[in-house]
């Protein structure tokens, strides 16, 4: 009779183990089942479940200062190779991929690792404008990314062209007139104008310089070089030039 009662408890363990897998087997094809596409600012075809979504969009709000683009996890190595040639008229650009999104709707210690550098990214943003004062304006574009292991990385685009100067001008009172006009507007007029500067980056790789940066520090430092050696080759002779020095950017 005891070994009945063994051999009944050993199925009944065995069941339960079993209906256990299978139902998380069930609830992972769910999940995957449940995610659908993203659009708006995105590289790929990036998918978020419906919690996931909810949390994004409770993020872009919280750092509205921030054009965020959302990156499907088969494009991530692609973005950060083009990370340059993406344009934005907000203060930081921030490019993160969806599964780090996934993650942090449901892992609250995840979300307050990343939200506690976007927290500082603000404050950093502001200074460095500051600290590189008129040559601000020789910035197109100021962002971040971040790899598998949560380090972040910066980058600022560097317009080139004297001539854009111009042009820069005109973009502000064009954004001022924008202000002006109703929000759904602005949103449309702004992801035009991203989307032209984005092609123009494309078409004219040469007026534009990429710098990466494994810290804000660094960052400042690099562009404080680059916009110095342009403005010595600006008043150097073409020998003088050939014999110039050169700088590495690279991370």
Do not use: C
Request: hydrophobic residues 30%; proline residues 1%; glycine residues 4%.
């Amino acid at each position: 009779m005891g070994q009945l009662n063994s051999n009944s408890g050993v199925g009944t363990y065995a069941a339960d183990y079993q209906y256990r897998a299978n139902q998380a087997k069930t609830d992972k094809t769910q999940n995957a089942e449940s995610k659908s596409r993203v659009y708006g600012r995105t590289i790929g075809n990036p998918e978020l479940s419906e919690t996931a979504k909810k949390y994004y969009e409770e993020l872009k709000k919280k750092y509205s200062n921030m054009d965020f683009i959302l990156v499907s996890p088969d494009k991530k190595e692609e973005a950060e190779r083009n990370k340059g040639m993406y344009a934005s008229s907000k203060e930081l650009l921030v490019l993160i991929d969806a599964d780090k999104i996934e993650r942090m709707a449901t892992d609250e210690a995840y979300r307050a690792k990343y939200e506690a550098i976007l927290n500082g990214a603000t404050a950093q943003v502001a200074q460095m404008k500051q600290e590189l004062g008129s040559n601000a304006d020789r910035v197109s574009s100021i962002g971040m990314s971040f790899d598998d292991h949560g380090n972040a990385s910066f980058f600022a685009v560097i317009d080139k062209s004297l001539a854009k100067q111009k042009e820069r001008i005109e973009e502000k009172r064009a954004e001022a007139r924008e202000e002006r006009k109703e929000a759904a507007e602005e949103r449309l007029e702004a992801s035009r104008k991203n989307a032209e500067k984005t092609e123009e980056r494309r078409k004219n790789p040469q007026d534009y310089v990429t710098i990466t940066a494994t810290s804000w520090e660094e960052l400042l430092k690099k562009i404080d070089a680059l916009v110095f050696e342009e403005r010595a080759d600006s008043v150097m002779t073409e020998n003088e030039k050939k014999v110039g020095q050169s700088i590495d950017y690279s991370v």
